[in-house]
C-alpha cells in the first residue's frame, strides 16, 4: 500500500497535474493506493506522521525539495519508507540520490526497488536532508523566489546569483568543526551538506556521500565583490573547493556563530545567531 502526499502548488501547480496522472496509472497497474493533498506549510510532516503510525510500507512525496523535506520529517527514525516522485522546480536532493525525473519511471523505481537508509542531519532542533549554509547562497535563494514564478530548474538560481554578485557584503562569523578546528574570520559563504547539490542542480559538495556519516563543510573566504564572477565556473561545476578561498572538511558535527545571520535549512531561510549541525547516520529509509 502506497500512500502518496502531494504538495498542489510545487512546481508552480505541476505535482497537481502529475499527481491526477499518477493516480490513473497506478489504479490502471492495479497498484493500492492512497492519496492526499498538503493545504498549508507543515501539513505533509503531519500526514506523513500519521501514516507511519498506522504503518503504511511507503510513503510517497510529490513535491519539490520542501515537500520532500517535510515528508522525510515525518517519517525519519520509523519503519515507514520515503518515496520519491520529483514534482518541483528545483529537485535538487533527488539528483543526490538519482532518483528517476520522468514520473513514471519514479514511481516503477519505488515499486520495484527496495528501501535503503540513509543520513539525515539536524540543524540545533530542526530536520534537514539535503544542505544548509549561510551567507552568499542565502542572498541567492532570497534573490530567486521571484524568479521562481517565471521559470524552473537552474534558472532562478542563476538570476539570483547576478542580483547576489551585486548586492553582496562579506559577513563575520566563527566556525567550529568537530571537536577541535575553529576559524573565525569574515567570509563569503559557509555550506553544511549532506546531499550533493543546491540551486536547482549546483553542486555546493560534488564528493559529498549520503550514507558516509559526514557532513561536508564548505568555507570560503571574502573575496573582494569585483573577483566573485571569476569564481562563477567553479561554483556551477562544483569544483570551487580546489580554489584558494575555499576550504573543505568532512564531520559529523559543525556550529556557526555569527550576529544577524540568516540562515539556508533546505531552502527556507531562518533568522539565527547560532547554531549546531550534527548528522544521524541510516536514520531514514528511501527508495534509492
Not at 11 to 20: F, S, T
Not at 63 to 89: C, F, K, Q, Y
Not at 198 to 212: E, N, S, Y
Request: glycine content about 10%; proline content about 6%.
Amino acid at each position: 500500500m502506497l500512500e502518496i502526499i502531494v504538495n498542489p502548488a510545487a512546481g508552480n501547480g505541476r505535482a497537481k497535474v502529475i499527481a491526477q496522472e499518477a493516480s490513473a496509472y497506478l489504479t490502471e497497474k492495479g497498484i493500492p493506493f492512497q492519496m492526499v493533498y498538503t493545504e498549508e506549510q507543515d501539513h505533509a510532516t503531519e500526514l506523513a506522521r500519521d501514516a507511519a503510525a498506522r504503518g503504511v510500507e511507503t510513503v510517497v512525496a510529490m513535491g519539490g525539495d520542501g515537500t520532500i523535506t517535510e515528508v522525510a520529517r515525518g517519517l525519519v527514525h520509523t519503519n515507514t519508507a520515503l518515496g520519491i516522485v520529483p514534482s518541483g522546480t528545483g529537485n535538487d536532493f533527488v539528483k543526490a540520490i538519482g532518483v528517476p525525473k520522468d514520473w513514471r519511471s519514479a514511481l516503477d523505481f519505488i515499486l520495484t526497488h527496495p528501501p535503503r537508509p540513509v543520513n539525515t542531519g539536524t540543524m540545533n532542533d530542526r530536520f534537514f536532508m539535503n544542505a544548509c549554509g549561510a551567507g552568499f547562497d542565502v542572498m541567492v535563494l532570497d534573490y530567486s523566489i521571484e524568479a521562481k514564478k517565471h521559470c524552473s530548474g537552474i534558472w532562478p538560481y542563476f538570476y539570483g546569483i547576478i542580483r547576489a554578485i551585486k548586492n553582496f557584503k562579506p559577513f563575520r562569523m566563527r566556525v567550529e568543526i568537530g571537536e577541535d578546528q575553529v576559524m573565525e574570520g569574515e567570509y563569503m559563504l559557509c555550506s553544511i551538506a549532506n546531499g550533493k547539490y543546491i540551486g536547482g542542480g549546483i553542486p555546493i559538495a560534488k564528493q559529498a556521500d549520503v550514507t558516509d556519516g559526514l557532513l561536508d563543510i564548505l568555507v570560503v573566504d571574502a573575496v573582494p565583490r569585483w573577483k566573485i564572477p571569476f569564481y562563477l565556473p567553479s561554483i556551477m561545476l562544483g569544483t570551487l573547493p580546489r580554489r584558494k578561498p575555499a576550504h573543505l572538511y568532512k564531520s559529523n558535527r559543525c556550529r556557526l556563530s555569527s550576529p544577524g545571520m540568516r540562515l539556508n535549512l533546505d531552502g527556507e531561510v531562518l533568522p539565527i545567531d547560532d547554531t549546531t549541525y550534527t548528522l544521524e547516520t541510516d536514520a531514514l529509509k528511501v527508495h534509492w
